[in-house]
């Protein structure tokens, strides 16, 4: 019965990423000066294509526009570095507090802190299974945490191939760095905390 359910959940897991889109995975963080150089890959799933076109005209993209290319929006991007996101050739980036977003998802977006969208708007299709490199941008920060993006690709498979499908998750990004300050706050609290954890100890023997 255990082997049956964990088979039922590696298919249900097999099935959501055949339905994927295109995910944004961080590859690496290397020192830069003083910043950080955050690299990005693009996988795209086996049953999508990306498909080149204009950088969409409004934030909200609608499912139903067939204008755009193929994008995907980095969320929160901490510390970015004015001037720094770059694409491989083809794609164009755009860096703004309100990022580009399929309107059929909700991402959640700081308004105080910018998003990385690029977009492809140059070449032929890239098919299902392809993995796109060279998707960067620098951040005055080198800790990861999670952020949440959106993309869009075209379905090439079945009765819907040709249709426009859209995905939300989460991928990785910098989180600010705390102050010395803050970091000698929180050193001294637990110094303190650790003293009158000790203190309650001696005191029961």
Not at 40 to 59: C, E, L, M
Not at 114 to 127: A, D, Q, R
Not at 158 to 176: A, F, H, K, M, Y
């Amino acid at each position: 019965m255990k082997r049956l359910s964990m088979f039922c959940l590696l298919a249900l897991t097999l099935s959501t990423v055949a339905m994927a889109n295109i995910i944004p995975t961080n590859t690496s963080v290397t020192p830069l000066g003083a910043n950080f150089t955050w690299n990005y890959s693009f996988d795209v799933a086996t049953d999508q294509n990306v498909n080149s076109g204009t950088v969409a005209s409004s934030f909200s993209v609608l499912p139903t526009d067939p204008l755009p290319g193929g994008f995907v929006t980095i969320y929160d991007f901490d510390g970015y570095v004015a001037g720094s996101c770059a694409g491989p050739a083809g794609w164009t980036c755009l860096v703004q507090n309100t990022g580009f977003t399929p309107s059929d998802t909700l991402p959640t977006d700081s308004a105080s802190v910018v998003n990385l969208t690029w977009f492809y708007t140059l070449g032929s299709p890239i098919l299902g299974g392809a993995t796109v490199n060279g998707f960067s941008a620098v951040s005055n920060y080198g800790l990861p945490e999670q952020v949440g993006f959106t993309s869009r690709g075209w379905r090439n498979q079945g009765s819907q191939s040709g249709t426009v499908t859209d995905n939300i998750g989460l991928t990785t990004g910098p989180v600010p760095t705390p102050e010395p300050a803050t970091l000698a706050l929180l050193g001294g609290g637990m110094l303190a905390g650790a003293i009158r954890l000790r203190s309650r100890w001696t005191a029961k023997q």
